[in-house]
């Protein structure tokens, strides 16, 4: 088991003060590292770092709207002001500001799309990158959506195609520094971001109809693979890209 111990990291959670991110900070947490919790609103961000130091680990909570680049510089240089290092980057915060066809949205929604799903998670990785050291993990939350593009998410689906093409060409160039990049494309997971979807009750029973495990997944299914992808464990794991869905993919 030693080798999901993540003791001696120091991780960097974006999108983590509710829903996945926050179920990854505190498996991290739990799992010996130093946790940046981080989010838009320090308030947010706080209450979930205190809820991890309460349950004796250890946390900081640095608020970071990844849309905008400043504030990624500002969020990597508290968290080297802080621990001195970073070892695990998780590239977890999104948006999706339109619902409906692919040639309705507009620019500026264009842009707050890509600004937050891709161009965050580059400048975040490219800041950290110096520091990290051999055995560092990247980590990057894409979707199915990545995958195949879901109906009445294009451009949401079109970002998140290319955080897995830029995951893919990070494990190309890192992996001879010893530094490992993996893309997780989370199904339809019951949190705050996805609510639109699952609390319709028509529309869920239509779609886990399609579901081989028949149900909509929970935040701490996403962690546990994580947390896999961020240890040891996953030492020989370099470029892939892993599907959490109930089976929709398939």
């Keep these: 088991m030693s080798k999901f111990s993540l003791k001696n990291k120091v991780a960097i959670v974006t999108g983590a003060s509710k829903g996945i991110g926050e179920a990854m900070a505190s498996i991290y947490a739990a799992a010996g590292a130093k946790v940046v919790v981080s989010s838009r609103k320090q308030e947010a961000v706080d209450e979930v770092a205190d809820k991890i130091n309460e349950a004796g680990f250890e946390a900081i909570g640095v608020a970071c709207n990844t849309g905008d ?58 800041l950290c990158a110096p520091h990290m050291k051999a055995g560092g993990s990247i980590i990057n939350i894409s979707s199915v959506g990545g995958i195949s593009p879901e109906a009445q998410l294009g451009i949401y689906s079109v970002s998140k195609a290319a955080l897995i093409s830029l995951t893919k060409v990070l494990a190309k160039e890192l992996g001879p520094q010893g530094i490992r990049a993996n893309v997780i494309c989370p199904g339809l997971i019951k ?60």
């Design 69 to 126: 680049m400043e504030q990624i510089g500002h969020l990597v240089d508290q968290t080297l002001e802080a621990y001195g290092q970073v070892d695990i980057v998780v590239n977890n915060a999104a948006t999706n500001p339109v619902f409906g066809p692919v040639i309705n949205t507009d620019l500026d929604a264009f842009d707050k799309i890509m600004d937050v799903n891709v161009k965050g998670p580059f400048e975040l990785v490219k």
């Design 191 to 250: 949190t705050k971001f996805s609510e639109a979807l699952w609390a319709n009750d028509e529309l869920t029973k239509k779609f886990i109809k399609h579901l081989p495990l028949g149900r909509i997944g929970e935040s701490d299914e996403i962690s546990g693979l994580a947390l896999f992808l961020a240890s040891e464990a996953s030492s020989y794991c370099t470029g892939g890209v892993y599907t959490a869905d109930g089976g929709f993919t398939i």
